[in-house]
């Protein structure tokens, strides 16, 4: 069983859609992150929810709005997407006062 | 500021030999974690080690192994016997853990390692 998943693993769009990408984690965490990986291969957080509640909202365009319907779930909708959204997107989810998190296997998104 | 600096962004090794692969930090909590991660091409990440900032002991993991030097502020990754499948993306991140953090993971920008047969 995979840990931490996300759907879909590649996205190709164009630009002024909206879409999401979901994620699930089954490993009973209360905390989930969405993480930017862009085309330099440079990590940055987004946003993460502990038990379903935000807790992290780093400098994101308000496009972006993670939903998060519970505590194994964190989505990430995206609206109105423009070139520069082009990145990998990583979901990942720990126990708040754990060491490690756990990564699902990322979603590329390419917006043309 | 927290920050991340691994200064080495691409490393060659050849097969069964070690390598070591730096990361320094600046934090001012007292209390914070380091960790490593490996990207393959395939794109997952994958925890590979971790250590605590009161850690006596410096973490190890199979042939991993974490040189902690904390006055140095230092914390690099040694891979011994080098592997094919070693080759990949390794990146350092810092997670401060003082009472009232968010805990996000601080990331470095990554020092990509190429093992020669």
């Known amino acids: 069983d995979t840990a931490v998943s996300q759907t879909p693993k590649y996205l190709v769009t164009q630009m002024g859609n909206d879409k999401s990408i979901k994620c699930e984690q089954n490993?009973?965490?209360?905390?989930m992150y969405w993480y930017k990986q862009d085309s330099k291969k440079f990590l940055k957080i987004m946003f993460s929810?502990?038990?379903?509640?935000?807790?992290i909202n780093e400098t994101v365009p308000n496009r972006f709005s993670p939903k998060s319907p519970d505590k194994a779930h964190l989505n990430l909708h995206i609206n109105s997407l423009e070139l520069g959204d082009s990145a990998v997107y990583f979901c990942?989810?720990?126990?708040?006062?754990?060491?490690?998190?756990?990564f699902g296997q990322g979603t590329r998104l390419t917006v043309v | 500021a927290q920050k991340i600096t691994q200064t080495q962004p691409g490393m060659f090794v050849q097969e069964k030999e070690a390598v070591t692969l730096d990361c320094t930090y600046d934090t001012s909590d007292q209390s914070y974690g380091l960790f490593w991660y490996k990207q393959p091409s395939s794109g997952e990440m994958i925890f590979l080690i971790y250590?605590?900032?009161?850690d006596e002991q410096n973490a190890t993991e199979g042939r991993y192994s974490l040189n902690f030097q904390k006055a140095r502020k230092s914390a690099n990754l040694v891979i011994s016997a080098s592997q094919l499948g070693d080759s990949a993306m390794y990146f350092c991140a810092m997670r401060e853990l003082g009472a009232g953090n968010n805990r996000k993971l601080i990331w470095g920008l990554g020092t990509s390692l190429a093992v020669n047969p």
């Open positions: 990942a989810s720990s126990q708040l006062r754990a060491v490690e998190a756990f």
């Open positions: 250590q605590g900032s009161y």
């Open positions: 929810y502990n038990n379903k509640e935000l807790i």
């Open positions: 490993l009973g965490h209360d905390t």
